[in-house]
């Protein structure tokens, strides 16, 4: 299906510009024992002030598993573990792909849960996916060009094209994420004089979609793929939240029973009830996935990954050269120390209990929205994965919105969000995450269950639901 | 001296589009005890997978000095010291200029080091100086405009804005760096039709200049900022090497005493010594300073700082939320946790000890260009700082230049770069740095001292010699 084809076309001016740098070609001469390396910028090892880094983690789960210590020296012949990145490789110039150890290990587990129709893609660190989509936009995109992202979408994902003087194009969504039949009715139709240049990138939040909380549904998937090679653009798929798929909103945690094989039940109850990547109808070469750890482990690790075709994430690897250089060697090496002693089951094991906490802050945060929200004018839409939940009002039915707020949804958002505030609730607006700020057509607050203790949401989602109560005069 | 004036009309396209995002300004409510935030898009930090992290030092100096080893925890609570940044706070999004108790630090270090003229500086921290620089070009300079670089420079800053589609002129160098009287007259003569638009940046490395070695003379420095003001340009001063300002060649190592007072001791001796920032001389808010620790503690820590006007680092900042963020916060608490153990006089303490053993492998290196390369054919310049070191061939010697390789010198380069590597040794090529790819008129190769044991040394620098021998028909 589709001839396989690249994409080296729809590249940036400043990407097909760039070169590898001829210094790095000295790099493969870096491990020969009897090259004196004059050449290379390096400093000195022995002036690293580290003698070693370690960390302790919280436990795995309530089974009476022991909490994992690892201590990663800076030599290589005082590891704790085979497959640790000491401290004098991770602090050093050098792999600006990441670590090998740790890239290996993310390729294992990508092949754990991916089907990969492509059979050389490849994976690369990045700083994280804000930091990947940034370099994805330089990598394919001059200033004018056009890009499609969902209707609402991350603030900073569309601030970052927006500044780059890139034409941002909204798809419609409804709450199976994108409508690949108006997809495909827009592309068909696209006029390059009143929308401009053809897309070349398409940008998706799959799962848990920041900031409406909907899903992309599985059918729409090839669909989207395969638009993709019919009308020659390419597809980032920035997917945080694909380890935040949720259990059946109401359902118990999913506990793994003891008298099991564990890899086998993971498989059966986790693995196989995730959604797929887009990278599995990706026969054409034009996706690319961007991962992180900012949701399984942390934000400020700073620390994700990109995958997808090898010669595009070589052009990305150029960017990250002369810009990034590398992901923090702190991170690669902590991280990886902790995967090692994980295995791929451990860390599948620690994704069930994030998938179970989550399942339950959200659980509760909804079961107060239908206590407290009344249902004449708010619906909530129901996240199956994610941080998100959306709060939509009828703004038809506030009594002043003709009249003090001249019909305009943005002047009763603000004055909403204000009061909102003042009652001591901070929602965000979904204004902010409009990709065309012409579309003022729904009126919603984008809300997160994610860190927000029980008693603090149960408080909030009361004073929210009250506030509305006296704003849409329903008393 | 000249007027206070801004330099917002310099900024590119894309600086003067950015603005600050909307959901940025909620995060002045997230320590509000009273508000319940459910608008941000935070995970949970109950779900951060580490306990702690802890480091260990090597020995600050041979004084019998105990190796220090810190804890961070992940709660605020358990802190070793009140000013380490507690896991769950440094994982955590948010703080994206950087950790306030670090940057508190680096304040404090930079008002030990440097005389700042204006009064309204900032520091806000980077990913390392790559990356810094990659920001600032994006920060002001469209394609097609104008960026003035040392004929020579760091590759990576070429390539950088090379691929960006900037007009890179070169600036004339000798051995004290940029020649501020060729640079006037260029400025002063400058050609738009011939030249391109009018620079709008100019990039130096002051210190231990990458790769020729050499450091910019004092006396230019404050011409160098008064042109910048009089030609309405901005400078980057990129100084990673600043803290490599080696003792004089062939002094002892510069030891502190027993018996005094060690910051009156290292404030006249070490603080004292070193060249002064641009920044002494910036009245007019033009210079942006880099800075990293790259060199004085290791580069895979990927965290460095840009000092200079506030307002152009909010600008800066604006770039860095819709790209990388934050940086790493390992490397932010992990760094910021020794730093607040060894204090600034400790730290002080580890930069004399770093001057003392680069300029002993400096010293060492020099006496062995001195020993075995042929002073006919052979200059060497002495680096007063840094890590590099340049041998610069007389190209019209060798015996086949004209004929085998048709006076092209960089013909006669890969010629002799080749013969090097299969003797077992590896020199970076000069023509890996120029600015101007036409001006092949110097013919020279960059060695490095930084990371290369004595014995090695002494080998390399043999074989290079008899290799030059035979090249050059010496014997």
Redesign the interface.
């Known amino acids: 299906m589709g001839c396989r084809t690249n994409v080296l076309h729809l590249l940036s001016?400043?990407?097909k510009?760039?070169?590898a740098?001829?210094?790095k070609t000295?790099m493969k001469?870096f491990t020969d024992p009897?090259?004196?390396?004059?050449?290379?910028?390096?400093?000195?090892?022995?002036?690293?002030?580290?003698?070693?880094?370690?960390?302790?983690?919280?436990p795995l789960d309530d089974k009476g598993t022991p909490?994992i210590e690892g201590c990663i020296d800076r030599n290589v012949d005082n590891l704790e573990i085979e497959n640790d990145v000491p401290?004098d490789l991770?602090?050093?110039?050098g792999n600006s792909r990441g670590q090998p150890k740790l890239l290996a290990f993310l390729k294992e587990h990508m092949s754990i849960f991916h089907n990969i129709a492509s059979d050389d893609w490849d994976l690369i660190t990045t700083?994280?996916s804000?930091?990947a989509w940034?370099?994805c936009l330089r990598l394919f995109c001059n200033?004018g060009e056009t890009v499609l992202l969902e209707d609402y979408t991350y603030?900073?994902?569309v601030?970052?094209a927006?500044?780059?003087?890139l034409n941002c194009v909204a798809m419609e969504m409804d709450s199976d994420g994108i409508r690949t039949d108006k997809l495909e009715e827009m592309l068909r139709n696209w006029d390059t004089e009143t929308q401009g240049p053809f897309p070349k990138l398409l940008y998706t939040i799959p799962n848990g979609h920041?900031p409406t909380g909907c899903t992309l549904h599985e059918d729409r998937k090839p669909t989207l793929v395969k638009l993709a090679s019919q009308y020659d653009f390419v597809i980032i798929e920035d997917d945080p939240y694909y380890f935040l798929q949720m259990n059946k909103y109401g359902d118990p945690e999913l506990k793994m029973p003891d008298d099991v094989d564990e890899e086998q039940w993971l498989k059966e109850n986790l693995v196989d009830k995730l959604g797929r990547s887009l990278l599995e109808w990706d026969d054409f070469g034009r996706v690319i996935r961007l991962e992180s750890v900012?949701?399984t482990?942390?934000?400020?690790?700073?620390?994700g990954w990109a995958i997808g075709p090898r010669y595009l994430l070589d052009h990305l690897w150029n960017?990250h050269?002369?810009?990034?250089?590398?992901?923090?060697?702190?991170?690669?090496t902590?991280i990886n120390g902790?995967f090692q002693r994980w295995g791929q089951v451990g860390y599948m094991r620690?994704l069930l209990?994030?998938r179970n906490?989550?399942s339950t802050?959200r659980d509760f945060c909804l079961s107060q929205c239908q206590k407290y929200l009344a249902k004449s004018v708010c619906t909530i839409n129901l996240p199956a994965s994610g941080?998100?939940f959306m709060v939509y009002l009828d703004y038809r039915k506030h009594p002043k919105f003709s009249t003090d707020f001249c019909s305009d949804v943005d002047l009763l958002q603000e004055h909403l969000y204000q009061k909102f505030?003042q009652s001591?609730?901070?929602?965000?607006?979904s204004s902010?995450f409009r990709v065309d700020p012409t579309q003022k057509n729904t009126l919603a607050?984008?809300?997160?269950?994610?860190?927000?203790d029980p008693d603090?949401?149960q408080?909030?989602i009361e004073?929210?639901g009250s506030v509305i109560q006296t704003e849409f005069c329903l008393n």
Chains 1, 2 share one sequence.
């Open positions: 001016d400043e990407a510009i760039r070169k740098s001829p210094i000295t001469y009897n090259m004196v390396f004059l050449g290379a910028g390096m400093p000195s090892g022995d002036m690293f002030p580290f003698q070693n880094v370690s960390f302790k983690s919280v909490v401290l991770a602090l050093q110039y700083a994280g804000t930091q940034d370099a200033p603030s900073s994902s601030e970052a927006v500044a780059q003087g920041n900012s949701k482990f942390a934000p400020g690790c700073r620390l960017l050269e002369v810009s990034m250089q590398s992901t923090c060697g702190f991170a690669q902590i902790m620690w209990k994030l906490s989550y802050k941080m998100f505030l001591g609730i901070l929602m965000a607006c902010w607050f984008r809300g997160s269950y994610a860190s927000v603090k949401m408080r909030g004073l929210l």
